[in-house]
């Protein structure tokens, strides 16, 4: 998933337009537009040719581990007894 914030922020930094990025891309300015507003997603190609348009690797704009959030819930392993206090709880 890409981070349109990184994107903005590399591309303002450079001093270039959206749609003089979206042109290296070979996408539409209302394509970069939507992706800097996190209103869009974009596939791995073309997260790719932005990258290379900002002149960046595409780990640069891609969204970063959040550790403040909630991990999965583990299930027990099949065949596996649940705990005693979900046994209580139940």
Known sequence: MIDGKKIKKIRTGLNLSQSAVAEKADISQTQLSKMELGQCDATTGVASAVAR??????????????????????????????????????
């Open 53 to 90: 348009a900002l002149g960046v690797g595409l780990s640069e704009i891609l969204v970063s581990e959040n550790p403040t959030m909630p991990r999965p819930k583990k299930q027990p392993a099949p065949g596996r007894k649940k705990g005693w206090l979900a046994k209580f709880l139940g």
